[in-house]
């Protein structure tokens, strides 16, 4: 989001770009911020289990909560098959309803605990 320096009138904004992988899923993201023209990126990194790479995370097995629909993968940046935790209780159709008071929190703003 752009803001503005009034004192100096300077415009600061950043553009990202993301690199799309064979499965069409986000695998890196280069962030250019202006006007200093600095740039960042971050890589994605999916193990063999097509589950993203996070240090010390352990996945269920139910099928990611974040491909119903499909917007929550990109929003988060996650396209992992699996929950990137165990719930205490699921559904009929495996979806969490009690994420339990262990889970721990990750990246996603809506993943809360009851």
Known sequence: MPSVDHD??????????????????IIKRTRTHYPDMRIDSVN???GQDDNLFVPNLQYG???????TPKL???L???????NPFIASEYNSKGLPTNFGPNTRQYGNRFLYTT
């Open 76 to 82: 988060s940046f996650d396209y992992s098959v699996n």
């Open 61 to 67: 097995n139910n099928i990611s909560f974040l491909r």
């Open 8 to 25: 100096n009138e300077i415009e600061s904004y950043s553009l990202s770009h993301y690199t799309l992988g064979s499965r069409d899923r």
């Open 44 to 46: 994605f990194t999916y």
């Open 72 to 74: 929550g993968m990109l």
